[in-house]
């Protein structure tokens, strides 16, 4: 997937269902240039779309999709210039992930950090925060499936820019409400890095 995320815009959108999903994507394809990235169900009774392009077309396509279905939205945002760690892990893509080969939790300078939101919206928006308040790596990132429409994400490295990373999150959530809850887990052990790891390949995502 050659995609320049340089720049790039995405607006999301957490809907009350297929008809309120697919409703929502003609809508937004109609208002504005823009590129739809995702159009599916995240888990029961919620239906997500993901629409990327330059911001202007983003807002004018959001502001669309919004109008149109009215009361069947749950929670929406949209992301600026999106870090592009969390673009990739949008199609679960990790390059840096926890447990790799070269073991990247383990070391005494390093953290973990998890954050869960009550809304899909609000652990997008909380995660990219997070990427851009300190370098952290993303280790993963699950949206909604499973998980009774929450998200969570969990961040690592040095432990005060997990720390930053988090206090910058946790920020972005609580103001919208959506706080669920959140942990800094420093000097994580190995063989939580191994469980995750030969977890990853059974994960579902949006």
């Not at 008809?19 to 029961?44: F, H, M, N, R, W």
């Not at 870090?83 to 892990?89: E, Q, R, S, V």
């Not at 993303?138 to 005060?160: D, H, K, V, W």
Request: glycine letters at 12%; charged letters at 15%.
């Amino acid at each position: 997937m050659n995609i320049n995320t340089a720049g790039l815009a995405i607006g999301f959108l957490e809907l009350k269902g297929a008809v309120y999903g697919v409703t929502a994507v003609d809508a937004a394809a109609k208002a504005a240039s823009v590129e739809i990235l995702q159009a599916k169900v995240a888990c029961p009774g919620k239906f997500v779309v993901i629409l990327a392009g330059e911001m202007a077309a983003v807002e004018a396509a959001m502001a669309a999709a919004r109008a149109v279905v009215g009361s069947g939205l749950y929670d929406f945002c949209i992301l600026g210039r999106i870090h592009p760690a969390l673009y990739w892990g949008l199609y679960d893509q990790f390059p840096q992930a926890l447990g790799g080969e070269e073991g990247a939790m383990g070391e005494d300078s390093e953290a973990l950090g998890i954050v869960e939101t009550l809304s899909i919206a609000a652990g997008l928006a909380a995660a990219d925060q997070a990427l851009k308040t300190a370098e952290v790596k993303l280790g993963e990132l699950r949206l909604g499936y499973a998980l009774g429409g929450r998200t969570y994400f969990i961040i690592f490295g040095a432990t005060s820019a997990v720390q930053a990373a988090l206090a910058g999150a946790v920020q972005v959530a609580s103001h919208r409400g959506a706080l669920g809850s959140q942990s800094l887990i420093p000097r994580p052990t190995k063989k939580l890095a191994r469980l995750y790891r030969h977890s990853q390949a059974g994960l579902c995502m949006v």
